[in-house]
């Protein structure tokens, strides 16, 4: 909904799986109408959050922007107008036909308005000629979908009460006997046509149904009342609805439907056919395509400008080369594009929007090979769902531009290249990706082959597999860009590793991967070092259709998967010592207390280098010990982030900056302006996890960069208890050398920082996890030089090496910091009654949820609640709450939301005796902590053992 409400499209309410009310709850006709109300006013109440919260965002843009100045009246009614015209299009009302019933498995469906036809044309309601043009169709839909009965005794509309004859099947509404009755008599039917058969039968293979079975009188006379099927011709008598006994057995010989579930799909989508109450939805409700060439055409299929990607501007180069492109004929395509220009002589450009995977038996092709492959299993296809714009798209005979989303320009000795960001792009290969199509026409659930495709038309394009990209542009120009086409908001939030129980199904796996990736862009297919196999979906329900359609579909034939448990994306971070941030920075300094208890457990104490960090602080030993950097890592708050990012301080930052100003004993520590502006001109490095590196003046200017005469080339190194004391190898003679000139010099060595920073933050030292929210300074240089010739050692000292230094460093410092985990948060957003709350609080209070808010639904009894959830503990929600709730709540949408410390040291003990009371003893097994609600010990645990 969210996403259909951002791209301003018209939407229509499709209700599926209504067959289940019948077949597995087992709901009367009134149940079911209720239930169906019932969730038509939740989604209703939803969309009508959803604009509530979205204008209320403008307005506080507005409000920002200024007041309005003259003829904000004439605005104020327009603005006005065009709230009422949006309310009304995303309010759904069975009356007005933009509520589609179906059953998708079945093949049936209908909608109130074609119903209400259906009734009036046949005359199933026994109206009298006086009253014949009071319930016309226009006003008889508005009684359908409605707490009201008609009463065959007098032919007059009544009010109905649900409190009164909720359960009571003589009394039924209109739309529970008139739209419900007739598909509960069908299910009943052939439900009682299929136990006859197995009963009278000895076995299951000669279980046949017929029409004369007992049970099939009953789905015929149901058939018979309320029929949505357009009027057939004589020469189209098997798609006509059955009114007879040998109808019925002719439609079964013609088809081979002998079980339950065929005959249902035979008969009832004859009935109600599914496809023409969604095309006549579609053709009602959304915009014709005047109206869309100008209003929604221009917003997504239009061809995008040179000077901008994915609306944000280039740099000015790029501009640059923009200007020197033949603006004019990239003109010429917009426009053509626009107009859906089918002149010979029109630029052809064509969008695949999606790709979907079919059988070969499916196509009509004899120049492609058998429908077999060399294993004799089915081959499968994929084909790009095409729709073309303008020109006319040709099979064979001409090479395509294939432009990717991310498709750019690029330039080079004044020549203007393009390339395709994609994967199968490499730096240095062919910067044009041209090729040929096939075209194929979609018949229903065939392709067959043409030549050409005018513009205005949809058709399938092959052999586009190996670009690896979910959308592609293609044009025959040189001169064109991609189309704009919808940015969808939606990130995975289920992960899984997939693997093939027998490992000679490892190249089936793969391609069925690929195959996976393109036809269901909501997923995410990712290779990974190790060997893992990750699959990507937004759900649960998501997740179990893409490994089902993985296993059986696009894998070529049937393997077995084995499938690891959902895997949570954590991030690792550390908190502030005790008095760290207060005016004690001596005492904090000189505290003799020991260290934190993670450093002296395994694995952690394994660490190279861990002897050389305390309290956040390391000295790191380049490999052969010719130089050490002094290290040292803070928190860093996200708003200081994001305002070292702006290069402005943003609103609510003020008092982090000033606590990090503090720490690092910058001048005027109490503003926050002046922090910000030393912390931006101390080589400010940023990346995208929300982590910083910087460097103290000091280093910036050589005077915390010292020589240190050494006559073994090492920098000196301490020795500590366990070490021998022979001073056989102490130096001479230790001195200092601040010289500017030498400062310089070793300052060119450590010009890998940046690849020692980043590559320390792609992993922590707790479970290897991506580091969030850390700065690392730079606080000193020590390079070690021999007497005679001082300068000589810098030669020893390679870019590689600071690199693995830093990154060592860095974690140690880490290790010797309170150990914080980052977890991903969701927005849950739901409906209740007042009787869900309960449960619903329970429910949320055992997984660590936290309610935001929880406000009425203007016009409803629901309650409308939005809260934030743990992704860990999000797994398995929906079936709890409804299960707790006995179904007092509406399904939960999460959303992601943000990145929150768990603020829990998951090596914390119990030391006192209170502690023991309230905590337990300590459990002996390694990195162990109380064990018991330790959740960040619980998520570490879980990580390591999943990463081995």
Not at 446 to 464: E, M, Q, R, T, W
Not at 529 to 558: M, P, V
Not at 886 to 900: D, M, N
Not at 906 to 930: A, H, K, Q, V, Y
Request: proline share 5%; with cysteine.
């Amino acid at each position: 909904l969210r996403e259909a409400y951002a791209a301003q499209l018209v939407p229509v309410l499709v209700i599926n799986k209504v067959d289940r009310l019948c077949t597995d709850l087992g709901l009367g006709c009134n149940e079911a109408y209720i239930r169906l109300r019932a969730l038509v006013e939740s989604v209703n109440a939803a969309c009508a959050a959803m604009i509530s919260s979205a204008r209320a965002r403008d307005n506080d843009i507005d409000d920002d922007d200024g007041a309005v100045g003259e003829g904000s009246s004439s605005t104020n009614r327009g603005a006005f107008e065009e709230e009422k015209e949006e309310e009304s299009v995303w309010s759904f009302d069975p009356s007005r036909g933009n509520v589609v019933f179906c059953s998708a498995l079945h093949g049936w469906g209908f909608s109130v308005p074609s119903l209400a036809r259906s009734l009036f044309k046949s005359k199933t309601l026994p109206i009298r000629p006086p009253l014949l043009r009071q319930y016309s169709p226009p006003l008889l839909r508005q009684y359908l979908f409605g707490d009201v009965r008609y009463r065959h005794e007098d032919g007059k509309i009544m009010k109905w009460k649900s409190e009164q004859n909720g359960s009571d099947d003589e009394a039924m509404t209109m739309f529970a006997e008139f739209a419900l009755r007739p598909l509960w008599d069908a299910y009943e039917g052939v439900s009682t046509a299929a136990a006859c058969v197995e009963t009278s039968l000895s076995g299951p293979g000669d279980a046949k149904i017929k029409a004369d079975t007992p049970g099939m009188d009953s789905l015929l006379a149901a058939m018979q009342k309320g029929s949505t099927a357009p009027t057939a011709n004589a020469a189209d008598e098997l798609h006509a609805t059955p009114t007879t006994v040998s109808d019925v057995q002719r439609i079964l010989q013609r088809i081979g439907a002998t079980s339950a579930e065929a005959v249902l799909r035979a008969m009832l989508r004859r009935y109600r056919p599914l496809s023409d109450a969604v095309l006549d939805a579609a053709c009602e409700h959304c915009p014709n395509p005047l109206v869309a060439s100008s209003t929604i055409r221009n917003r997504t299929l239009s061809v995008r400008d040179f000077a901008a990607h994915d609306g944000v501007p280039v740099d000015d180069g790029e501009q640059e080369c923009a200007r020197e492109c033949n603006e004019e004929e990239l003109y010429r395509i917009q426009e053509s594009v626009k107009q859906c220009d089918t002149r010979p002589d029109a630029p052809t450009v064509a969008h695949v929007c999606k790709f979907v995977v079919t059988d070969r038996a499916s196509v009509t092709d004899s120049d492609l090979p058998s429908d077999r492959g060399e294993n004799g299993e089915p081959l499968s296809m994929i084909m790009g769902l095409t729709r073309v714009l303008s020109g006319t798209l040709r099979s064979g005979d001409v090479d395509y531009y294939m432009m990717g989303p991310k498709y750019k320009l690029e330039a080079r000795s004044g020549d203007v290249e393009y390339y395709m960001m994609g994967p199968k792009y490499k730096p240095g290969g062919t910067k044009t990706v041209r090729k040929s199509l096939r075209l194929y026409l979609l018949m229903g659930s065939s392709f067959v082959k043409v030549n050409s495709v005018p513009a205005g038309h949809i058709c399938a394009v092959y052999d586009l597999e190996d670009l690896q990209l979910k959308t592609v542009t293609l044009c025959d120009s040189s001169q064109g860009m991609p189309i704009r086409g919808f940015h969808h908001g939606l990130k995975p939030l289920v992960k899984v590793n997939v693997e093939p129980v027998s490992a000679s199904d490892t190249s089936i796996l793969e391609k069925g991967l690929v195959k996976l990736a393109l036809a269901d862009a909501s997923v995410e297919v990712t290779a990974t070092s190790k060997g893992e196999r990750l699959l990507s979906c937004l759900g649960e329900i998501h997740l179990e259709q893409a490994i089902h359609d993985l296993e059986t579909t696009y894998c070529g034939k049937e393997i077995k998967l084995r499938v690891s448990s959902q895997i949570v994306d954590f991030c690792e971070s550390t908190a502030w010592f005790d008095r760290e941030t207060t005016n004690e920075f001596q005492q904090f300094f000189d505290d003799t207390s020991p260290p934190l208890r993670q450093v002296s457990i395994p694995p952690y104490c394994y660490e190279e280098g861990i002897g050389n960090a305390r309290r956040g602080r390391c000295r790191a030993l380049l490999s052969g010990r010719p130089a050490a950097i002094s290290i040292r890592v803070v928190p860093l708050a996200q708003k200081v982030f994001d305002s070292l990012k702006l290069g402005s301080v943003v609103e609510g930052g003020e008092a982090d900056i000033c606590t990090l100003g503090k720490v690092l004993r910058c001048d005027h520590c109490e503003d926050a302006e002046v922090i910000l502006k030393i912390l931006l001109s101390s080589g400010c490095t940023l990346d995208s996890n929300g982590n910083a590196m910087i460097e103290t003046t000091g280093v910036r200017n050589g005077s915390c960069i010292k020589a240190v005469l050494s006559d073994d080339g090492e920098v000196y190194v301490p020795v500590t208890s366990s070490q021998s004391h022979d001073t056989s190898h102490k130096d001479e003679d230790v001195a200092t050398n601040n010289d500017a000139e030498g400062g310089k010099k070793v300052y060119e060595y450590i010009q890998s920082r940046i690849q020692g920073f980043q590559l320390a933050m792609r992993s922590g030292p707790f479970c290897e996890e991506p580091v969030r929210g850390v700065m690392v300074v730079l606080e000193a240089v020590e390079i070690a030089a021999k007497a005679a010739s001082p300068k000589q050692n810098l030669s020893s000292v390679s870019g590689g090496m600071v690199v693995a230094a830093l990154c060592s460093g860095i974690r140690c410092a880490l290790l010797s910091r309170p150990a914080r985990l980052v977890e991903r948060q969701l927005r849950l957003t739901l409906h209740s009654s007042f009787t869900g709350l309960g449960p619903l609080h329970a429910v949320l209070s055992r997984r660590r949820g936290k309610v935001l808010t929880d406000t009425m639904v203007d016009g409803t009894d629901l309650i409308s609640i939005t809260a934030m959830l743990p992704q860990a503990e999000s797994f398995h929600l929906a079936p709890e709450l409804l299960k707790e709730s006995s179904g007092e709540v509406t399904a939960p949408e999460l959303v992601f939301s943000h990145w929150e410390i768990l603020d829990e040291d998951p090596f914390w003990i119990p030391t006192s005796l209170e502690e023991r009371e309230d905590f337990g003893e300590i459990l002996m097994s390694g990195d162990s902590s109380t064990g018991i609600k330790n959740n960040a010990l619980k998520y570490i645990r879980m990580v390591r053992d999943r990463k081995g």
